[in-house]
Every structure is written in structure tokens, then in C-alpha cells.
């Protein structure tokens, strides 16, 4: 939904459709919040085994991939629970079945033999279906807001939702005032405390029914975060527990961990070295993954203006008005900067 929205932007050359589409943006957050990707919600109807008329020996179920290491892959029914370790044959092999991915495979031949419609694919972390993101700031190490716009740009190109994390609110409220003005009209927020569980339920609800994963810098409390919500559901895996108590990164395949019933967190890493590379838009689309500029463009003199050196720039208008957050504005030049560069624009 968000993908489209977007995509109707970017690809039409009159801007009086952006107008239309950011009241559609806002009112899609506001509607749908926790419901985001119904088109691939994990159901409880998801793994009812189908038998092959053909051959009445071979029983087929739909699973969730939970792992994925070499040539081998961990299915688990989403109804039973149970594991089963597959392979994957032909076409399929050569088009890759990655992590999340809903399949049908064979639990007698072990093979998997159909791969479900994706709601995205990733090529890093190479995985599928990531419903959302919760990038994850604090007060302390102070908050990397230039990574916090490249993983929402990132979100929003994959059909990923993200939600902002600030945690350690119960040390220090200093960044609140900002993330409230300049990103919660757009993006849900949430102000959490991993140490003394404070709107910890909220983010479990968040959870539900979803495949979703944690971004960050260093130090923010992703580990104690994701510690804490297993403790709660009293789901703790032994392995992933191990790797946060050491308080090390220690991933070398992407691996999801059912936390309840049909709520899976990606053990993976990849987002916080995200880089302009993968961003696959050029610079002059990037304004349209700005919610905030949205409403703006319409006023700017020239269709190709890229809000940086040109005259009568309604983006430029709008940040010495105080309408845009100056700092994230210069943030979007540095993104633009890295994109030219990139592109040789």
C-alpha cells in the first residue's frame, strides 16, 4: 500500500496528485496502524496439508521458511508448529526461496514445490516478506537521525512499515520533543523502556501476526529489547538468548523466531550498514519518499527541481518557513549528494 502510494507519485509528472496522496498516506497509518500487509497476514488456515489426487502417498503442506543454511530449508506449519527440512528442486532452485517465504512442500519427499506470492523480497538481508521495521534510538549513544531517514526511505521503497522505537525513556526524555515534531504525523512512535518494561505490551501488539525485525545503532538496547519480549511470552529460544546475553552480533544466516503464536522476529543482520546502494531510486525521485515534502512540491517553479541550489523552490520555501525540520532537510541533501554521486547525475 505504501509502495503504490508512493509509485503514484513518482511516476506521474503532475504533482497535484502528491496533494491527494499524502491525506491518503496519513489516513492509512491512522486506519490501519498494526494491520499493515493484510494481503499476506499469517492465518491459522495457512497449513492445512492438500493431498495430490494423483498420488494419493504425497501430502502437501503450506509452511513459513524459518532458516535457511546452504541448500537446506526450515519450514515451519504455521498450525502444528511442527519443523520439517526440505530442499529445493529445479526452478525453484534457481530462483531462490529465501527466508519468510510462504511454501507448499511435499512432507514426504521432503521438497518444496511452490513458493506464495511475495509481499517483498530484500536483497539485503536477503529475505522475504518482512512486514516492518522498528528502528530503535536512545538518548545515549546519541541518535543517528541521517540512518533513521535511509531506513525509513528504505522501508517505504520494500512495502515495509516502519515504526520508531525511542528507548531508555525512563533515563532521559531529550529527543522525545524532536521525534515528536518532526515524524510523528507520518510514522508511529513509540517510547519504550527494555529495562523496566514500560510500554512493552504495546510493542508486543505491535508484533502480532507479523514478520518483523530491529534496526539500530549499537548500543540502543535492540538485545535488551528483544530479550525482554521473549522473557515476556516465555518463548525464549536458547540460541538466540545465548548471542544477546553475550551481547554480540554473531549472525550468519537469517533465522526467524516465532515469539507467540504467529509473530515471528528476524534474527538477521544487514540494516544497520545500510548504504545508498541499497536504495534503488534516483535522485530525483527521492523527495517523494519524504512524506513531509509532499504537500510542498506542487510549489516549486520547475518539475525537475531537486530542492537543492534551484530558484523559487517550494521545499526551500517551506524549511526557512519553519514548515520543513531544517535538519532533516539537510539530511535529505546529504542522501541526494550520495545518490548523484552514485548515478554520475
Same mark, same amino acid.
Given at each position: 500500500?505504501?509502495?503504490?502510494?508512493?509509485?503514484?507519485?513518482?511516476?506521474?509528472?503532475?504533482?497535484?496528485?502528491?496533494?491527494?496522496?499524502?491525506?491518503?498516506?496519513?489516513?492509512?497509518?491512522?486506519?490501519?496502524? &498494526?494491520?499493515?500487509?493484510?494481503?499476506?497476514?499469517?492465518?491459522?488456515?495457512?497449513?492445512? /496439508?492438500?493431498?495430490?489426487? &494423483?498420488?494419493?502417498?504425497?501430502?502437501?503442506?503450506?509452511?513459513?521458511?524459518?532458516?535457511?543454511?546452504?541448500? /537446506?530449508?526450515?519450514?515451519?506449519?504455521?498450525?502444528?508448529?511442527?519443523?520439517?527440512?526440505?530442499?529445493?528442486?529445479?526452478?525453484?532452485?534457481?530462483?531462490?526461496?529465501?527466508?519468510?517465504?510462504?511454501?507448499?512442500?511435499?512432507?514426504?519427499?521432503?521438497?518444496?514445490?511452490?513458493?506464495? =506470492?511475495?509481499?517483498?523480497?530484500?536483497? *539485503?538481508? #536477503?529475505?522475504?516478506?518482512?512486514?516492518?521495521?522498528?528502528?530503535?534510538?536512545?538518548?545515549? #549513544?546519541?541518535?543517528?537521525? %541521517?540512518?533513521?531517514?535511509?531506513?525509513?526511505? +528504505?522501508?517505504?521503497?520494500?512495502?515495509?512499515? =516502519?515504526?520508531?522505537?525511542?528507548?531508555?525513556?525512563?533515563?532521559?526524555?531529550?529527543?522525545?520533543?524532536?521525534?515528536?515534531?518532526?515524524?510523528?504525523?507520518?510514522?508511529?512512535?513509540?517510547?519504550?523502556?527494555?529495562?523496566? /518494561?514500560?510500554? %512493552?505490551?504495546?510493542?508486543?501488539?505491535?508484533?502480532?501476526?507479523?514478520?518483523?525485525?530491529?534496526?539500530?545503532?549499537?548500543?540502543?538496547?535492540?538485545?535488551?529489547?528483544?530479550?525482554?519480549?521473549?522473557?515476556?511470552?516465555?518463548?525464549?529460544?536458547?540460541?538466540?538468548?545465548?548471542?544477546?546475553?553475550?551481547?554480540?552480533?554473531?549472525? *550468519?544466516?537469517?533465522?526467524?523466531?516465532?515469539?507467540?503464536?504467529?509473530?515471528?522476529?528476524?534474527?538477521? =543482520?544487514? +540494516?544497520?550498514?545500510?548504504?545508498?546502494?541499497?536504495?534503488?531510486?534516483?535522485?530525483?525521485?527521492? =523527495?517523494?519518499?519524504?512524506?513531509?515534502?509532499?504537500?510542498?512540491?506542487?510549489?516549486?517553479?520547475?518539475?525537475?527541481?531537486?530542492?537543492?541550489?534551484?530558484?523559487?523552490?517550494?521545499?526551500?520555501?517551506?524549511?526557512?518557513?519553519?514548515?520543513?525540520?531544517? &535538519? *532533516?532537510?539537510?539530511?535529505?541533501?546529504?542522501?541526494?549528494?550520495?545518490? /548523484?554521486?552514485?548515478?554520475?547525475?
Amino acid at each position: 500500500m505504501i509502495y503504490i502510494m508512493f509509485k503514484k507519485c513518482v511516476e506521474s509528472s503532475n504533482k497535484l496528485i502528491c496533494l491527494k496522496q499524502i491525506n491518503m498516506f496519513k489516513k492509512y497509518f491512522i486506519k490501519e496502524g &498494526k494491520k499493515l500487509a493484510k494481503e499476506i497476514k499469517i492465518s491459522n488456515n495457512v497449513s492445512k /496439508k492438500i493431498v495430490d489426487k &494423483k498420488n494419493n502417498n504425497s501430502i502437501f503442506f503450506k509452511g513459513i521458511v524459518i532458516k535457511k543454511i546452504a541448500d /537446506k530449508f526450515w519450514i515451519s506449519q504455521l498450525e502444528t508448529k511442527a519443523i520439517t527440512v526440505c530442499s529445493a528442486k529445479g526452478i525453484l532452485k534457481q530462483q531462490g526461496v529465501y527466508v519468510g517465504d510462504i511454501v507448499v512442500f511435499n512432507i514426504n519427499e521432503k521438497n518444496i514445490v511452490d513458493v506464495l =506470492p511475495r509481499h517483498n523480497l530484500l536483497i *539485503r538481508p #536477503p529475505m522475504a516478506n518482512l512486514n516492518q521495521l522498528f528502528i530503535v534510538l536512545a538518548y545515549e #549513544p546519541k541518535p543517528d537521525y %541521517l540512518m533513521l531517514d535511509k531506513l525509513i526511505i +528504505f522501508c517505504l521503497i520494500n512495502d515495509i512499515k =516502519p515504526i520508531i522505537c525511542l528507548n531508555k525513556i525512563d533515563k532521559s526524555n531529550i529527543e522525545q520533543n524532536y521525534i515528536n515534531e518532526v515524524y510523528s504525523s507520518f510514522f508511529d512512535v513509540l517510547y519504550i523502556s527494555a529495562q523496566n /518494561k514500560i510500554n %512493552l505490551d504495546e510493542l508486543k501488539n505491535y508484533m502480532t501476526n507479523q514478520v518483523s525485525a530491529f534496526a539500530g545503532q549499537s548500543g540502543v538496547g535492540k538485545s535488551a529489547l528483544i530479550n525482554a519480549i521473549f522473557n515476556e511470552s516465555k518463548a525464549i529460544e536458547g540460541e538466540l538468548s545465548a548471542k544477546i546475553l553475550r551481547g554480540k552480533n554473531t549472525t *550468519r544466516h537469517i533465522q526467524l523466531y516465532e515469539i507467540f503464536n504467529n509473530s515471528f522476529i528476524a534474527d538477521t =543482520p544487514g +540494516f544497520s550498514a545500510l548504504d545508498e546502494k541499497l536504495l534503488p531510486i534516483q535522485a530525483n525521485k527521492l =523527495p517523494y519518499y519524504y512524506p513531509d515534502f509532499l504537500k510542498y512540491l506542487n510549489n516549486c517553479k520547475y518539475k525537475s527541481c531537486l530542492h537543492f541550489n534551484e530558484k523559487d523552490c517550494g521545499i526551500k520555501t517551506a524549511v526557512n518557513c519553519g514548515y520543513i525540520d531544517k &535538519k *532533516r532537510y539537510l539530511r535529505y541533501l546529504t542522501i541526494l549528494e550520495s545518490l /548523484k554521486t552514485k548515478q554520475n547525475y
